[in-house]
Each structure stands twice: as C-alpha cells, then as structure tokens.
C-alpha cells in the first residue's frame, strides 16, 4: 500500500482536486493507495472552494474534503508527497529536509520525455556544484552560470495553474491539467505493482 500526498498553498484548490480526482481514478484502477491533501499555509478544517467541490462532483468524485496545514505527521505518513507547484515542493523540503527524497512536483514526478529528464538531471547536477562552490567559497564562473541558465529556458514549467478566485471555468481547466498529470501517475503506479 502507498501513502500520497498532495500539497499547494490552502488545501482549498489545487490539491484536493488532485485528491479527490485520484481516489477516483485509484479505485476505478483497483489500486491499493491512501491518499491526502495538504497545505503549506492552510487552516485545519476549511471547506474546499465551491467551485473546486463543483468540479469533483461535475466528475462523480468525493466533494467533502476539508483543508489540512502541513505537519510532520502528514510528511511522515507519506510515501510520496506531490506538490502543484516547485515553490510548494521548496517549501516543503525547506521545512522538512528529511522529506527531500520523495517530494517531487507533480508534473515532475510524471514526466515521461526523455530528452526533458536528462536536461533535469544535468541542471540539478549543475545546482549541486554551485552549491558546493558557493559552501567552499569557490566562484562560479560566467560560463556556469550561463550554462545554468540555458538549462533552465530548456525546462518545462511544472507548475500546475492556480485558480484560486477564478471562475468555474478556471476551475476545470486546472482540473484538467491535473487530471492529465494523474493519468500518467496511474500509469506509472500500475507498472511499480506489477
């Protein structure tokens, strides 16, 4: 059984929408995984947004999800913990360093194009040099830090869209930009069962 974790901002928007949306898909899939939602800089026990239970119901998905703040107990109970966006996922590593190994952003954690995950590799290669320069008081050249920054303009963004005050409309087309991360998510849970 694997514990996931969803994280964003509130635990309002974004990551129950994950949540409910992947149990769904979890069950349709009979997958044996537990799934939560929680917010960097939620209050315990706000309701969703109305317009993020309108889109899990829109769905036929479990709408009564309620905001949860980001504790250790929840990094701990996780086997996996999906951030919406890479802020999150520093914000969570930040706070909780021993949570570093299995805190991807979501779109991250799915991307499947092979030329896209070695220009990741090689930037975060890259990074980890700078900051073993930067920790022995070692300059980094003009030449690193243009190759860094040619790296960075090749990465995609995998940030998921905030709707946060927006309309209905908004609502779903975040829904469907998570839900397409969460199609290739189950994809990639069925083959680590087999």
């Known amino acids: 059984m694997k514990h996931i974790l969803f994280v964003c901002t509130g635990n ?43 889109v899990l119901r829109e769905k036929g998905c479990e709408a009564s999800i309620t905001s949860r703040l980001l504790r250790i107990q929840e990094v701990q109970w996780a086997d996996l913990i999906l951030t919406m966006t890479n802020d999150h996922k520093r914000g969570v590593v930040g706070r909780f360093p021993e949570a570093a190994g299995k805190t991807f952003s979501l779109k991250e954690y799915v991307e499947d194009d092979p030329s896209v995950l070695a220009a ?3 930037h ?7 900051q073993v320069k930067v920790a022995l008081s070692e300059p980094v050249t003009q030449e690193e830090k243009n190759t860094l920054l040619l790296l960075e303009k090749q990465l995609p963004d995998y940030d998921i869209s905030d709707p946060y005050g927006g309309s209905l409309s908004v609502y779903r087309r975040t829904a469907a930009e ?12 069925k083959q680590n069962t087999r």
């Open 12 to 54: 309002t928007c974004r990551s129950p929408l994950a949540e409910g949306m992947l149990k769904q898909l979890a069950g349709q899939e009979n997958l044996d995984i537990h799934i939560r939602s929680a917010g960097v800089y939620a209050s315990d026990g706000t309701p969703i947004s109305q317009q993020s239970s309108s």
């Open 120 to 122: 990741v590799q090689e």
């Open 124 to 130: 975060e290669q890259l990074i980890a040099e700078f």
């Open 178 to 189: 998570i839900e397409e991360a969460l199609l290739k998510l189950i994809s990639r849970l």
